[in-house]
Every structure is written in structure tokens, then in C-alpha cells.
């Protein structure tokens, strides 16, 4: 009997070779099912095919991916075709209409898809909305089944009416964040991981600490990350934060082990991977009661939650963090705990995946005619 024939679409930019982490991934899928991605980037693996860059990137992606999409069903002639997200999976049932394909559908839910439209990216983005939730609603629909997350991505497939084959987070590589904890700082300093976005609410960030600092003048915010939001970044850093654009995992698990609680005020989170880093090095969590967040994060044991954009109830919850004797060392010692929870392995997630595959079939995948 052989392998299943597994094609996987998305947005996500490889450059080939592949780094280790993503390597033991793709390999332990390759074990499984025969594979082949379609995506962007470039280099050489014959796994892959990959878009290269161009000027005006995403929207020349999505328009030719039908295309490309349809010319793999064609000639790679795939039993399962994963969509990488909604948008992604409008192309994947175009092209697998228009060519009459049998090929099966499975579309990931990483996030709520309709932020997509209104949070990621430039504001002009926000016309196409109502046409983008339309032609995303449709593709949730029309596919054969359906992979989440979290919790919360499941309960947006729930929302259509379907039922998720599989809800498991995708692997990533946390080694960086594992062995034994640093002692927690005494020092008074919290820490935001994270793309500087709309979506992450930077702006709230910067308005809760700052209420947070005139009331603890000794109180610290270490940034991290790069975006088009940089000018709230450049403002904290003028009153006395710490802002570094980019660091390895390396570096981010370091400026944890400097921090007594993480910063998450995100009002879109599909499910919050920075969340599972802090709780490796036993880092509570403030964050919002929005999207996979709560999934993650268990208010008043792993850490505090709040609702999102709500300005004064974060400066207070992190000011707690800060100041409260033993809190951040008790909830720190929870999370450390709770991480063990969302702990995988490559071989692990390639076993759910083609459990995924296999349900979406309904059956082993049975040779072709002529097949040996």
C-alpha cells in the first residue's frame, strides 16, 4: 500500500536548504506520506516548489496561486490537498473545480481569518474585508475537513457547522526555551515578544505601561520585535524601555530569564506560541481573554487576563506581576508546569497529521493502477 500523496499550500517563505528545526519536520512527514509543498521562496529541495519573491508579493501570490495550484493537481495528482489557511484553500477549490480533481481538501484554521483583512498589514486592506470573510467562509465550507490550533480556532470551524479532524498546535522547535528555568529577577521588568502590528496591540502596550511606569518608576519594559508599528516602539524607548528589532531563540529565552512576567495584549491570537516560551522558562503571562490566549493561559494560575484594549485593567495586572510578593514566582512555577501540555515532537505531529489525512479519505490510500 503506498504513501499518501499529500499536497500542502501556503503563504509561508522557505529559503532552501531548510534550517534544522524545519528540516526534522518536513522529513517526518516525508516518512509518513509522499510530499510536496507549494509556497514562497527559493532554493532547491524536490520537495518544494516554490513562488519566488516579486513586487507586490502577496497580491501577485494569491492571484497566480489557483494556477500554480492547479498545475500540481495535474501533475503531482495529490489524494489531499492542506491549505495552510482559508485564503490559501480559495485557490486550492478553484483549481481543484476547475480541473475536476478528486483530490480531498483539508483546511488549517491557524487564527479568526477575518482579522486577516482588517489587523495584518496596511489599512487599505480593510475595503476588500466583506469580500475576503465571503470568499473565506465559502472555502471553510467547501472543504473536506479541517485542522485547528486551539480551542478557539475549533470553535470557528464549529461556527460553519463543521467538526475539526484534528486540533493540535503545528510543531515548533523549543529547544532554545527548554532545561531548567533562571531564578526570577527581583528586579521589576516585564517583557513584550512579538510583531510590532495592529494586531498586537503595541498601542495599548505603550498606553498601559505608561500608566504602569509613573506608578512604579522603577519598573522596566524590554521590547522585541520588528513592524510597521516601530514609532510606538521609538516613543517607549525614549521614556527609558529597552528595544531590541530581532533576536535568535536563543536571545528570547535569555530576555525571558531577565523578566518577571511576558506581555501578551494581542486581541487576535489563533493560539499564542510566545505564551508557551515564557511558561518553558517559568514566565507567567498578562494577557487578553481573545482568541487561543485563554487556550493557553489559565487567569489567576498561569497568569492574569484581561479584556482586550483594556488599558487600565493591563497596567494593573502587570503592575501585580511586578510588585505582588511571590505571585510572579508562584504563577511562574504553574506555567512551567502547564508547558509540558503543548509539548511535540516532529514524528508526533506527523502522526496527527496523517491521522488527518487518513480521516479525510475515509480509507488507506490504495495504489494507482499499474502501481508496483
Same mark, same amino acid.
Request: glycine share 8%; hydrophobic share 45%.
Given at each position: 500500500?503506498?504513501?499518501?500523496?499529500?499536497?500542502?499550500?501556503?503563504?509561508?517563505?522557505?529559503?532552501?536548504?531548510?534550517?534544522?528545526?524545519?528540516?526534522?519536520?518536513?522529513?517526518?512527514?516525508?516518512?509518513?506520506?509522499?510530499?510536496?509543498?507549494?509556497?514562497?521562496?527559493?532554493?532547491? /529541495?524536490?520537495?518544494?516548489?516554490?513562488?519566488?519573491?516579486?513586487?507586490?508579493?502577496?497580491?501577485?501570490?494569491?492571484?497566480?496561486?489557483?494556477?500554480?495550484?492547479?498545475?500540481?493537481?495535474?501533475?503531482?495528482?495529490?489524494?489531499?490537498?492542506?491549505? #495552510?489557511?482559508?485564503?490559501?484553500?480559495?485557490?486550492?477549490?478553484?483549481?481543484?473545480?476547475? #480541473?475536476?480533481?478528486?483530490?480531498?481538501?483539508?483546511?488549517?484554521?491557524?487564527? /479568526?481569518?477575518?482579522?486577516?483583512?482588517?489587523?495584518?498589514?496596511?489599512?487599505?486592506?480593510?475595503?476588500?474585508?466583506?469580500?475576503?470573510?465571503?470568499?473565506?467562509?465559502?472555502?471553510?465550507?467547501?472543504?473536506?475537513?479541517?485542522?485547528?490550533?486551539?480551542?478557539?480556532?475549533?470553535?470557528?470551524?464549529?461556527?460553519?457547522?463543521? #467538526?475539526?479532524?484534528?486540533?493540535?498546535?503545528?510543531?515548533?522547535?523549543?529547544?532554545?526555551?527548554?532545561?531548567?528555568?533562571?531564578?526570577?529577577?527581583?528586579?521589576?521588568?516585564?517583557?513584550?515578544?512579538?510583531?510590532?502590528?495592529?494586531?498586537?496591540?503595541?498601542?495599548?502596550?505603550?498606553?498601559?505601561?505608561?500608566?504602569?511606569?509613573?506608578?512604579?518608576?522603577?519598573?522596566?519594559?524590554?521590547?522585541?520585535?520588528?513592524?510597521?508599528?516601530?514609532?510606538?516602539?521609538?516613543?517607549?524607548?525614549?521614556?527609558?524601555?529597552?528595544?531590541?528589532?530581532?533576536?535568535?531563540?536563543?536571545?528570547?529565552?535569555?530576555?525571558?530569564?531577565?523578566?518577571?512576567?511576558?506581555?501578551?495584549?494581542?486581541?487576535?491570537?489563533?493560539?499564542?506560541?510566545?505564551?508557551?516560551?515564557?511558561?518553558?522558562?517559568?514566565?507567567?503571562?498578562?494577557?487578553?481573554?481573545?482568541?487561543?490566549?485563554?487556550?493557553?493561559?489559565?487567569?489567576?494560575?498561569?497568569?492574569?487576563?484581561?479584556?482586550?484594549?483594556?488599558?487600565?485593567?493591563?497596567?494593573?495586572?502587570?503592575?501585580?506581576?511586578?510588585?505582588?510578593?511571590?505571585?510572579?514566582?508562584?504563577?511562574?512555577?504553574?506555567?512551567?508546569?502547564?508547558?509540558?501540555?503543548?509539548?511535540?515532537?516532529?514524528?508526533?505531529?506527523?502522526?496527527?497529521?496523517?491521522?488527518?489525512?487518513?480521516?479525510?479519505?475515509?480509507?488507506?490510500?490504495?495504489?494507482?493502477?499499474?502501481?508496483?
Amino acid at each position: 500500500m503506498r504513501r499518501p500523496k499529500v499536497l500542502f499550500v501556503g503563504r509561508t517563505r522557505y529559503l532552501l536548504p531548510l534550517p534544522d528545526h524545519l528540516a526534522r519536520k518536513w522529513d517526518a512527514l516525508s516518512e509518513r506520506m509522499e510530499v510536496r509543498v507549494l509556497a514562497s521562496g527559493s532554493g532547491h /529541495d524536490a520537495r518544494f516548489r516554490l513562488v519566488p519573491p516579486r513586487h507586490l508579493d502577496g497580491p501577485r501570490f494569491y492571484l497566480s496561486l489557483p494556477f500554480e495550484v492547479a498545475a500540481e493537481l495535474r501533475s503531482f495528482r495529490p489524494d489531499v490537498v492542506v491549505a #495552510e489557511s482559508p485564503y490559501e484553500a480559495v485557490a486550492v477549490e478553484l483549481a481543484r473545480r476547475a #480541473e475536476r480533481s478528486p483530490a480531498k481538501l483539508v483546511v488549517e484554521v491557524h487564527g /479568526d481569518w477575518r482579522t486577516s483583512t482588517r489587523l495584518y498589514g496596511s489599512r487599505w486592506r480593510a475595503p476588500v474585508a466583506p469580500v475576503g470573510d465571503l470568499l473565506a467562509r465559502w472555502a471553510v465550507r467547501s472543504a473536506d475537513g479541517h485542522r485547528a490550533l486551539s480551542a478557539f480556532t475549533a470553535s470557528l470551524v464549529r461556527a460553519e457547522g463543521r #467538526e475539526p479532524l484534528g486540533v493540535f498546535p503545528t510543531y515548533s522547535d523549543l529547544g532554545a526555551f527548554s532545561g531548567p528555568p533562571a531564578p526570577m529577577p527581583a528586579e521589576p521588568r516585564a517583557l513584550f515578544v512579538g510583531v510590532l502590528e495592529r494586531y498586537k496591540a503595541v498601542d495599548v502596550l505603550a498606553a498601559a505601561w505608561r500608566l504602569v511606569a509613573a506608578r512604579l518608576p522603577a519598573a522596566r519594559l524590554r521590547l522585541v520585535g520588528m513592524g510597521t508599528e516601530t514609532a510606538v516602539a521609538e516613543a517607549l524607548v525614549r521614556e527609558g524601555a529597552e528595544w531590541d528589532r530581532r533576536l535568535a531563540p536563543a536571545g528570547v529565552a535569555a530576555a525571558l530569564d531577565g523578566a518577571r512576567v511576558l506581555v501578551l495584549p494581542s486581541p487576535a491570537e489563533g493560539l499564542g506560541r510566545v505564551a508557551i516560551e515564557a511558561f518553558l522558562r517559568g514566565r507567567p503571562v498578562v494577557g487578553t481573554r481573545a482568541g487561543g490566549i485563554p487556550d493557553v493561559v489559565e487567569h489567576g494560575r498561569t497568569g492574569l487576563l484581561v479584556a482586550p484594549g483594556d488599558v487600565y485593567g493591563l497596567a494593573d495586572s502587570i503592575e501585580r506581576m511586578l510588585v505582588e510578593p511571590g505571585l510572579a514566582e508562584q504563577m511562574g512555577q504553574a506555567a512551567r508546569a502547564a508547558s509540558a501540555a503543548w509539548l511535540s515532537s516532529p514524528e508526533e505531529f506527523a502522526e496527527r497529521v496523517l491521522a488527518v489525512v487518513q480521516a479525510v479519505t475515509g480509507r488507506p490510500v490504495a495504489p494507482p493502477a499499474g502501481d508496483a
